[in-house]
């Protein structure tokens, strides 16, 4: 059965208005991102530099269920309100967490309605086309391009193919500037609309197991609450979006966003040697540089305050961000 005909602007229009919608299934990760891994930094690298396996209940933005499969274990994720608890199967250990204002990317950032609402944000109908659709998980479902108007974005463009009905996208796969074929891509391989049961979605220790509670979730966290310094208000001509209050700094939108987390001088060192490991990387007077795909990062410092810089942006754009940071970081004092 094909899907009813509709309107390149009424499809964006369903994809963004599908958050409230909910669903399950089970979703399939396959990249060839090369990032560097650090234990201290996030899971982000093996997920779009591999193929992972995902289980998803959503039952809306504030309570779903996450849970990542691979051959060495199960690790999932229990969000409620502003908590998420990680449960660690194998080694029967949870962990409980306040999600900060900031953090890095985790395994649900990757499933592909939460992936195509964060890069469609401010996706204009300029940067749109319609695509032929296209089967998946079972569902005729319908397709779009988005292209972005920025020529400081290292996305070439995202293909989305969404349920016609609910708006909530079943596949997206973004590609780099300049390639044929996608660096990554996030589908779901079984889906319904059906919201699940909250007995699903809701954790519930063991009586044996103790639940410890994890005041700081990642480095991006710790950087924002404890680093000494402030980034600036713009960066390379992108605004900060998101509280100006911390030591972290998110600029841009949609297809063009960069994040810059102030590093201590171990935890630089940490991804400069992990950088130096991958091919491509490029020795540069601002830092070791890397595009991976549709992601750009340079770990910038030497004898000043090192930062992280990561995102959507190209070579030159990461260049200038090292530059502003530079010339524009101040201290704070507590």
């Known amino acids: ?3 009813p005909h509709l309107a390149t602007s009424t499809i964006l229009d369903r994809i963004k208005a599908s958050g409230s919608h909910g669903y399950s299934g089970t979703v399939d990760l396959a990249g060839n991102v090369k990032l560097p891994v650090a234990s201290r930094f996030t899971d982000i690298g093996p997920l779009l530099g591999g193929r992972t396996t995902l289980r998803v209940w959503w039952r809306d933005r504030s309570e779903w269920r996450v849970d990542k499969l691979l051959i060495a274990g199960e690790t999932d994720l229990f969000h409620e309100g502003t908590r998420t608890t990680q449960w660690e199967y194998e080694a029967a250990k949870a962990t409980v967490s306040e999600d900060p204002a900031i953090r890095l990317p985790r395994s649900e950032d990757l499933i592909p309605p939460v992936l195509a609402a964060r890069l469609l944000k401010d996706a204009g109908a300029d940067e749109v ?3 032929a659709p296209r089967r998946v998980a079972g569902v005729s479902a319908v397709g779009v391009e988005v292209r972005p108007r920025s020529s400081k974005s290292s996305i ?3 293909d989305l193919w969404a349920d016609p009905e609910t708006g909530i996208v079943l596949r997206a796969d973004l590609y780099a500037v ?6 990554f891509s996030t589908a779901f391989t079984s889906f319904t609309s059906k919201t699940p049961s ?3 979605t809701r954790f519930a220790a063991p009586t044996s197991v103790p ?6 979730l990642d480095i991006a966290d710790a950087a924002n609450q404890y680093a000494p310094v402030i980034p600036p208000k713009t960066v390379a001509g992108l605004r900060r979006t998101g509280s100006a209050a911390g030591a972290v700094g998110v600029y841009g939108t949609g297809l063009v966003q960069v994040l810059v987390v102030p590093l201590r001088g171990r935890d630089a060192d940490t991804l400069r040697e992990q950088l130096d490991k991958i091919p491509g990387v490029r020795q540069t007077p ?9 992601l750009g990062v340079l770990v910038s410092g030497g004898h000043e305050q090192p930062w992280l810089i990561v995102g959507s ?10 530059r502003d940071l530079r010339s524009g970081a101040r201290y704070r004092y507590r």
Do not use: I, K, N
């Not at 300049?178 to 660096?183: D, E, I, L, N, V």
């Not at 830092?287 to 795909?293: F, H, I, N, Q, S």
């Not at 942006?313 to 090292?322: F, G, P, W």
């Open 129 to 131: 086309r319609r695509l």
């Open 286 to 294: 601002d830092g070791p540089t890397l595009m991976a795909g549709p």
């Open 1 to 3: 059965m094909h899907p």
């Open 313 to 322: 942006v190209s070579r030159a754009t990461l260049a200038a961000v090292a």
């Open 211 to 216: 639940v410890r509670f994890e005041s700081v």
């Open 198 to 200: 909250s007995t699903v």
């Open 156 to 158: 070439g463009r995202l």
């Open 178 to 183: 300049g390639s044929t074929q996608p660096a």
